[in-house]
């Protein structure tokens, strides 16, 4: 048959594997893998004998795919680039464990020394080392809400938890769900909880906590969780059966008023639901966060041992170029790692966010892996997982006492 004809080609030379590039990343829905086929197809406009291989692994915050990856680094196999959260989670892990290349001579070619903010280095460097590319920036204390809802009944986006428990008992008693929740992923309990320690501990006191240098003792961490518990009290009934898409698609579509939420939704709401910024949805910082910037940067490196080094040198220079982050954030949602893009290719939510990241306090997300150990995140989405069923703040406090004890080095 001449399905089987086609199918039975010769293997490949050496040179011709040798242009290819195997890109391994968890983008495979919403405005993500947009993102991501828009830079590929760059890519191959600019370097069109470059075979691309998109290894992706479907899964939100990498679930799926961080299991897969440990598995092939482990096993001497790695993929030619993979996505990596700046922070612990590339420098405590990939990096400490000897498995990545250095990429300072390659920084100095491109000429990208001066072109993305200090703190944001910082974030893909050890002992003087730069080992990754960032490619977005998301910001992950946003809370979303249905603006239609919103001027229906003539409410602003809270400010404090406060404001926020006002406007929660107000939508309640119009029949209308205030807070969607999709926490099938334990990941976005997680996200949602350390907004509300961000809004009750402020910026320099959160950090802190995932340094060792804050107790868990803190009085003001049974009230974070105190909040918590009531805050659930105003979620969807089948949030544990939901991904975060569908908790951001319940305020896309009018059934629920508010969804706290990296700003991937903003890629989602607007691709997939095709909804419009400041006229079907609005934003505003989590409340007790305004001037805070919740930073989780999405980059990738160059592994030792890997079969395609140059050809992924060309994906890592695209990656990081001007081009390369004007084409594939707008359509993610996230804005530029680059200090020197181009505003005008953003929406207004784009525009707006670029202004806050320059001019707001940066803080690593715990649970997208950049402020503590792989290891402490893991346990700790355990015991916010255990809590959301179980409400016992006594418990999430010994639980997360003894998760600092063993992860953070904490005594």
Not at 17 to 38: C, H, M, P, R, Y
Not at 69 to 97: I, K
Not at 328 to 356: C, E, H, W
């Given at each position: 048959?001449?399905?089987?004809?086609?199918t039975?080609?010769?293997?490949?030379?050496?040179?011709?594997?040798?242009?290819q590039?195997e890109?391994f990343?968890?983008?495979?829905g919403?405005g993500e893998?947009?993102?991501?086929k828009a830079l590929?197809?760059?890519?191959k406009?600019k370097?069109?004998?470059?075979?691309?291989i998109n290894?992706a692994v479907a899964?939100?915050?990498?679930?799926?795919?961080?299991?897969?990856?440990?598995t092939?680094?482990?096993?001497n196999?790695?993929?030619d680039t993979f996505?990596?959260h700046?922070?612990?989670e590339l420098?405590?892990?990939?990096v400490?464990?000897?498995k990545?290349?250095?990429?300072?001579?390659f920084?100095?070619?491109?000429?990208?020394?001066?072109?993305?903010?200090?703190?944001?280095?910082?974030?893909?460097?050890?002992?003087?080392?730069?080992?990754?590319v960032?490619?977005?920036?998301?910001?992950?204390?946003?809370?979303?809400?249905?603006?239609?809802i919103?001027d229906?009944y003539?409410?602003?986006?809270?400010t404090?938890?406060d404001?926020?428990?006002?406007?929660?008992d107000?939508?309640?008693a119009?029949?209308?769900?205030?807070?969607?929740?999709?926490d099938?992923?334990p990941w976005?309990?997680?996200?949602?909880f350390e907004?509300?320690?961000?809004?009750?501990?402020?910026?320099?006191d959160?950090?802190?906590?995932w340094?060792g240098?804050?107790?868990f003792e803190d009085?003001?961490?049974?009230?974070?969780?105190?909040t918590?518990?009531?805050?659930?009290?105003?979620?969807?009934?089948?949030?544990a059966?939901r991904?975060?898409?569908?908790?951001?698609?319940?305020v896309?579509?009018?059934?629920a008023?508010?969804?706290?939420?990296g700003?991937?939704?903003k890629?989602?709401?607007?691709n997939?639901l095709?909804?419009?910024p400041n006229?079907?949805?609005?934003?505003?910082?989590f409340?007790?966060?305004?001037?805070t910037?919740v930073?989780?940067?999405?980059?990738?490196?160059l592994?030792k041992?890997?079969?395609?080094?140059e050809a992924t040198?060309?994906?890592?220079?695209?990656?990081?170029?001007v081009?390369?982050q004007d084409?594939f954030n707008?359509l993610?949602?996230?804005?530029?790692?680059r200090l020197d893009?181009?505003?005008k290719?953003y929406?207004?939510?784009?525009?707006q966010?670029?202004?806050?990241?320059?001019?707001?306090?940066?803080?690593?997300s715990?649970?997208?892996?950049?402020?503590?150990?792989?290891g402490?995140?893991?346990q700790?989405?355990?015991?916010?997982?255990?809590?959301v069923?179980?409400g016992?703040?006594?418990?999430?406090?010994?639980?997360?006492?003894?998760d600092?004890t063993?992860?953070?080095g904490?005594?």
């Amino acid at each position: 048959m001449a399905c089987n004809q086609q199918t039975a080609t010769a293997p490949k030379s050496d040179a011709q594997k040798a242009n290819q590039v195997e890109i391994f990343s968890w983008w495979t829905g919403a405005g993500e893998e947009d993102g991501l086929k828009a830079l590929i197809k760059l890519f191959k406009e600019k370097n069109p004998d470059i075979e691309v291989i998109n290894a992706a692994v479907a899964g939100g915050a990498g679930t799926n795919a961080k299991t897969v990856l440990a598995t092939r680094m482990q096993g001497n196999d790695p993929p030619d680039t993979f996505q990596v959260h700046g922070g612990a989670e590339l420098n405590d892990s990939w990096v400490a464990a000897g498995k990545m290349e250095p990429l300072n001579d390659f920084y100095k070619q491109q000429g990208w020394t001066d072109k993305f903010p200090p703190a944001l280095i910082d974030l893909v460097s050890k002992g003087g080392n730069i080992y990754s590319v960032p490619v977005d920036i998301h910001r992950g204390n946003v809370l979303w809400y249905n603006k239609k809802i919103f001027d229906q009944y003539g409410l602003k986006p809270p400010t404090t938890f406060d404001e926020f428990f006002k406007v929660a008992d107000t939508l309640k008693a119009k029949g209308i769900t205030p807070l969607a929740l999709g926490d099938k992923e334990p990941w976005t309990a997680t996200q949602l909880f350390e907004n509300i320690l961000l809004g009750t501990l402020g910026p320099n006191d959160y950090d802190k906590l995932w340094k060792g240098q804050l107790s868990f003792e803190d009085p003001r961490i049974k009230q974070a969780l105190a909040t918590f518990k009531k805050m659930l009290t105003y979620v969807n009934q089948d949030h544990a059966a939901r991904n975060w898409q569908d908790g951001v698609q319940l305020v896309g579509k009018g059934e629920a008023a508010m969804n706290v939420m990296g700003d991937w939704a903003k890629g989602y709401l607007t691709n997939d639901l095709k909804l419009k910024p400041n006229q079907d949805f609005g934003w505003a910082p989590f409340p007790g966060t305004n001037g805070t910037f919740v930073i989780i940067t999405d980059t990738f490196g160059l592994p030792k041992g890997i079969k395609h080094p140059e050809a992924t040198k060309k994906f890592l220079a695209v990656l990081g170029s001007v081009e390369g982050q004007d084409a594939f954030n707008p359509l993610k949602g996230s804005i530029p790692a680059r200090l020197d893009a181009d505003p005008k290719k953003y929406d207004v939510y784009g525009q707006q966010t670029m202004k806050d990241f320059k001019n707001s306090k940066l803080v690593p997300s715990l649970a997208h892996g950049s402020a503590a150990p792989e290891g402490f995140v893991t346990q700790f989405n355990q015991l916010i997982n255990t809590f959301v069923t179980q409400g016992n703040i006594d418990l999430a406090i010994q639980m997360m006492k003894q998760d600092a004890t063993a992860n953070l080095g904490v005594k």
